[in-house]
């Protein structure tokens, strides 16, 4: 998948930088790496009958409010995906979750949600290439081209309010 990944991203002239390291499951453990990395949360939700997934690209330092996202996305009750899920829609196990999931053949329905703050920032975004054990960082403007390369419906939205003190 590692050469599949790089394929796409060169057919598309974006630049990217690799960095291999040991897995990494959560945000937290993000801190053990030996960079300082702008953490990127990528969370697989779907609906409890179903019907609709949402693949949720935000702030890896936030927690995803599911009452509030529900209400933005008009959807009903939302849950995480399970293990399962997550193989069969993005062909991932947990921790690998990423817009590369995007590219296996079970995604076709996913809606991408992406936090604005993460693209306004103009940070270096991490990505893991479907395998936890390395990460892809590309530019943030670069993000929106991927998406609408890789044809998926997508909505950038405000996940939450920043309150600055």
Same mark, same amino acid.
């Given at each position: ?54 693949l ?23 849950? #995480?995906?399970? +293990?399962?899920? &997550?193989k069969?829609? !993005? ?7 990423? =817009?590369?999931? *995007? ?25 893991h ?7 892809? #960082?590309?530019? +943030?403007?670069? &993000?929106?081209?991927? !998406? ?7 909505t =950038?939205?405000? *996940? ?6």
């Open positions: 998948m590692k050469e599949h990944i790089l394929l796409f991203l060169n057919e598309l002239e974006i630049q990217y930088r690799w960095m291999d390291h040991p897995a990494v499951f959560t945000v937290a453990e993000l801190k053990n790496l030996p960079e300082d990395i702008n953490p990127i949360k990528n969370l697989l939700l779907q609906e409890d009958d179903g019907s609709r997934k949402f949720v690209v935000m702030d890896g330092n936030e927690r995803l409010d599911l009452k509030a996202i529900r209400q933005k996305l008009d959807s009903k009750r939302l849950r #995480f995906a399970s +293990s399962e899920t &997550l069969q829609t !993005l062909g991932v196990a947990p921790g690998a979750v990423s =817009i590369f999931g *995007l590219l296996h053949g079970g995604s076709i329905d996913v809606e991408v949600i992406v936090d604005e703050e993460i693209i306004k920032n103009g940070e270096e975004l991490g990505f290439p479907n395998d936890n054990t390395a990460t892809i #960082f590309i530019p +943030s403007d670069k &993000l929106i081209p991927i !998406l609408v390369k890789i044809g998926c419906k997508f =950038i939205i405000r *996940l939450y309010d920043k309150i600055i003190t």
